[in-house]
């Protein structure tokens, strides 16, 4: 079982950068296919990215592909969510997740969560 904290969050002007981390520990880091995901007030949680086990290959929502990179460091057990470009529409509670499957979108796909880290992006 793989407990995950992240951090990184914060208020940001609109067209400005955060980079968000998601640290691992408790379990094989490794062997998780990692994702990212975001829920707005009143809104339902939205995958953003995802990133295979060995770092590979990331793929993301149209939404933010071109403006977001997920990267990791399986020696540091710490997935990495760089955002740049913002936008106030980007404003959400971003979490990280980890499953065992691959090309998994859902969140039901994803049996570890973390609290989440508020990003707030303003105009």
């Known amino acids: 079982q793989v407990q995950l904290v992240e951090s990184g969050g914060g208020l940001v002007q609109a067209g400005g950068s955060l980079r968000l981390s998601c640290a691992a520990s408790?379990?094989?880091?490794?062997?998780?296919?990692m994702g990212w995901f975001r829920q707005a007030p009143g809104k339902e949680r939205e995958f953003v990215g995802r990133?295979?086990?060995?770092?590979?290959?990331?793929s993301y929502s149209d939404s933010v592909k071109g403006r977001f990179t997920i990267s990791r460091d399986n020696a540091k057990n710490t997935v990495y969510l760089q955002m740049n470009s913002l936008k106030p529409e980007d404003t959400a509670v971003y979490y990280c997740?980890?499953?065992?499957?691959?090309?998994?979108?859902?969140?039901?796909?994803?049996?570890?969560w973390g609290q989440g880290t508020q990003v707030t992006v303003s105009s």
């Open positions: 997740a980890a499953t065992t499957a691959y090309f998994a979108i859902a969140t039901s796909s994803y049996a570890y």
């Open positions: 408790g379990g094989a880091f490794s062997s998780y296919n």
């Open positions: 990133i295979t086990k060995s770092g590979a290959t990331a």
